[in-house]
């Protein structure tokens, strides 16, 4: 099954759009109710350390107050000070035990008749700095003793009776709901309507006490129904005060706010659907017709054209103008390719009619071995070298047309049939044989271009040489270390046709060798970018012969050391090495 671009530029951007709300959705859902529940969090505990320390403030206030009262010998300073302080402090009675037992108070008889309930005697003050009890809903017992004694007496004990208004939990609760219990989970205040959870709450008010935190916030399920509870202990951890709040309820408006962000995200996928299609339906029209031509050119039809309409000037119209061009271009590609093949196949042609210009890479005349190697820069080359016998005598040929490649090969064939010709006339005077190729290179190519060369004529039998160079490098000698021959400066072949060319004689020794190359070797480059160099050249050559008896291994060494040079780079002229030694006749 084919799905058109079409469709799936609408799924893609659909996909982009619907991974991108999605994202939005669920971590801006995330944040929010993060953020409330750290809100509700810090707001509760906040809210829970105001009342407790309001509590505590006030029992402070009034504890302060009646050890005061306690103090003094007059039992009128200790009424007058129980109706000026205490008794505005929410204190309904106080009961002094020691040293004098006194009375203050509506409150103080149902506080004696209370603190053996709460099993408070003269052990219980002597063990604890403070004593807390609860008095009733709303109402506690708070024990302690003097810090000092009157007159050297012993330390006073006192009980009050402390009654905790409502409305100081409803002002500082702020409508949330509270539960305070003591350390046994008896419950002091509450504003929790659910019986249920109000026992609840109590059951924890133990496990609270117990905790070794001194408040939190936890979020646990009662009856049925989650909720967040905050708690803080206060006197000393005598009493939990706990906060209750309904999750559904602290985090509706984050639920009813996520909703609506849904509905909209919903409306706005839905929309950019519907201009998704739209667009699609805009910018695959030309695609299509983009894709009708591609299947007529990959079919051959090259002469296919965009029908551009309007003045646009965006990508697609863009890419179909490049589509035009590359059809004219795919035109000239495709004749250009068909000519480069002809081309290439009468290069190979040449080469292989080339390569038989060459004589084979051996040759053993009387006293004389030879071993040579050629390579050329490119399908046909410019270097050309070859030997023969005439009598007695061996001519060893080499040439470097200018450049290299089908120009330069002509010039070799040329210097090739000429020298074929000049074999049968036997003729075997160096200055002769070039002046008779100069004049053949400059008919063949009326002076344009033209040819190194040199010649030797060596007697096979007494190593008697005659020589002649035409602006090609020097031969040079090994015979105990190198030395390279002299000679004129003749000019190249095919400048004059009427040039001179001067030549010069040489005696080689038994063990002689001659070494013929043509500059494609010497300028041959390495990866550095440095030329091997005739010094090199010498060098190495001496080294190789002294190292390898065989002339064949010390050239076929010599191309070794040229690949290594060149490390895998293309030559950039062509190359001709060769080797001749002077030696003893092989046996018979």
């Known amino acids: 099954m084919v799905i058109p671009i079409r469709l799936k530029i609408a799924l893609l951007i659909t996909a982009s759009l619907v991974a991108s709300l999605s994202s939005y959705l669920y971590f801006g859902t995330r944040l929010l109710v993060d953020d409330k529940a750290s809100y509700i969090y810090d707001h509760n505990l906040n809210l829970l350390r105001g009342i407790s320390s309001a509590i505590e403030d006030r029992v402070e206030l009034a504890t302060r107050s009646v050890r005061i009262m306690a103090s003094s010998d007059s039992y009128e300073s200790r009424a007058s000070i129980y109706r000026a302080e205490v008794q505005e402090l929410g204190v309904e009675g106080i009961l002094i035990l020691s040293p004098a037992r006194a009375r203050f108070g509506p409150g103080a008889e149902r506080l004696a008749a209370l603190l053996p309930k709460l099993g408070w005697n003269d052990r219980s003050f002597a063990e604890n700095r403070q004593l807390v009890g609860v008095a009733g809903s709303g109402a506690l017992a708070i024990g302690a003793a003097s810090e000092t004694g009157h007159a050297g007496n012993a330390p006073s004990r006192f009980a009050l009776l402390f009654r905790l208004e409502r409305r100081l939990f409803e002002r500082l609760s702020e409508g949330t709901r509270v539960h305070l219990t003591d350390s046994d989970g008896n419950t002091v205040f509450s504003n929790v309507a659910e019986g249920g959870v109000r026992q609840d709450l109590s059951a924890l008010g133990r496990t609270l006490a117990a905790s070794e935190f001194d408040s939190g916030m936890q979020e646990l399920s009662f009856r049925g129904h989650s909720y967040i509870v905050g708690y803080q202990k206060l006197l000393g951890g005598s009493l939990v005060l706990k906060s209750l709040i309904s999750k559904q309820e602290a985090f509706g408006a984050a639920r009813e706010l996520s909703r609506r962000s849904l509905v909209l995200g919903i409306s706005i996928l839905l929309f950019a659907i519907g201009m998704s299609l739209l667009l699609a339906r805009s910018l695959t029209r030309k695609i299509q017709q983009l894709w009708k031509m591609t299947q007529r050119v990959s079919s051959g039809d090259f002469s296919v054209r965009m029908r551009l309409k309007g003045r646009s000037r965006d990508e697609l119209d863009g890419l179909a103008r490049a589509f035009d061009t590359m059809a004219v271009k795919i035109q000239a590609l495709i004749r250009e390719t068909a000519e480069k093949s002809r081309m290439e196949s009468e290069l190979k042609t040449a080469k292989t009619v080339q390569e038989t210009l ?231």
């Open 358 to 588: 060459f004589p084979a890479p051996r040759f053993r005349a009387g006293k004389l071995e030879l071993a040579a190697f050629y390579e050329p820069a490119s399908e046909c080359g410019g270097d050309w070298w070859h030997c023969c016998e005439i009598d007695d005598r061996v001519l060893l040929w080499i040439g470097d047309a200018t450049g290299h490649g089908a120009p330069a090969a002509l010039i070799t064939s040329a210097a090739r049939s000429a020298a074929s010709i000049l074999e049968q006339q036997r003729i075997t005077s160096p200055s002769r044989i070039l002046g008779l190729l100069n004049k053949a290179i400059f008919e063949t190519s009326k002076g344009r271009m033209a040819m190194t060369f040199c010649l030797l004529v060596i007697d096979k039998r007494t190593g008697a040489m005659r020589y002649c160079s035409a602006g090609h490098p020097m031969p040079f000698v090994v015979r105990k270390g190198t030395k390279a021959l002299a000679g004129s400066a003749n000019p190249p072949l095919g400048h004059d046709p009427d040039g001179v060319f001067e030549e010069a004689v040489f005696q080689l020794q038994e063990g002689d060798v001659l070494a013929l190359f043509t500059d494609g070797l010497t300028e041959a480059r390495g990866s550095d970018g440095a030329q091997y160099g005739r010094k090199k050249l010498l060098k190495d050559t001496q080294a190789l012969l002294t190292s390898h008896s065989a002339l064949e291994a010390a050239v076929q060494k010599t191309r070794e050391n040229l690949l290594g040079l060149r490390a895998g780079a293309t030559l950039e002229d062509d190359v001709t090495f060769l080797l001749c030694r002077f030696g003893s006749e092989p046996p018979a």
